[in-house]
């Protein structure tokens, strides 16, 4: 088994049938990079995602490990569902136990999440080695990062950071040149140094087309169980609320 010869043979076939990494990622329920990586040769997929490409193939997984770029089989047309309409790019920046909980739950109910934490915090250490902390494990889909390129691309940006570093997490994002963002708080308290509210810390240093917005729910676990995640933004707009997809 040639991890090298596999990952052209998978290359092959995704090119022929014109589906992207992403499209391909999101079908089998994995990132890009990973994609890319059982491209390359980097990585095999295992048994569970090799038994996903064989059926969305219609091939056997033996053809795959064969890998026999001679003999490749195709099929006249496979098809890929529409992308939801309804999913949202979410960045949430911090790695601890809040902001972890918050990526893995819009993740599972079908969102497409980047987790932010910086190079040193061993939180992110630990998920980047692991993919799971000491409450829950991350799916593929999640891609973790200690950058802000992605930022650019998220319909929504959620912090959870504590109440005393939010001053220092919105410099950074003003750094980036944020427009016509909603950015949602979801921490409690107040700036201790100078007694400023958190939304005020965020509005008085981001740029003006932003909308900052502020954590309401789920108070109750069953309401994470019943997929509602609410918030609601200070500029008089309407009450918005995550569930099946983002809508006002």
Request: with cysteine; aromatic share 8%.
């Amino acid at each position: 088994m040639n991890a090298v010869d596999i990952g052209k043979y998978l290359a092959e076939l995704r090119k022929y049938y014109g589906v992207t990494q992403e499209e391909l990622a999101v079908r089998v329920g994995v990132t890009r990079q990973a994609v890319s990586k059982w491209e390359t040769g980097t990585t095999i997929p295992d048994i569970e995602i090799l038994m996903n490409l064989s059926e969305i193939y219609g091939i056997s997984i033996n053809d795959i490990i064969k890998a026999d770029l001679t003999n490749i089989k195709f099929q006249k047309e496979i098809v890929f569902p529409e992308k939801n309409k309804n999913v949202k790019n979410v960045f949430v920046i911090g790695c601890g136990r809040w902001g972890t909980f918050i990526a893995w739950y819009l993740d599972k109910i079908g969102h497409t999440v980047s987790l932010y934490g910086r190079e040193q915090s061993d939180h992110m250490k630990e998920l980047l080695e692991t993919r799971k902390n000491q409450y829950l494990s991350l799916s593929e889909t999640i891609n973790l990062t200690t950058s802000y390129k992605e930022l650019d691309k998220a319909d929504y940006i959620i912090i959870s950071v504590s109440a005393q570093k939010l001053q220092e997490v919105v410099y950074e994002l003003a750094n980036q040149f944020l427009r016509g963002k909603t950015i949602v708080l979801c921490m409690k308290g107040i700036e201790i140094e100078t007694g400023r509210r958190l939304s005020q810390i965020a509005s008085d240093t981001l740029e003006h087309s932003n909308k900052i917005a502020v954590w309401l729910g789920p108070g109750h676990v069953q309401e994470f169980y019943r997929g509602i995640l609410l918030f609601c933004t200070l500029d008089d707009a309407p009450l918005v609320r995550l569930n099946d997809g983002v809508s006002t």
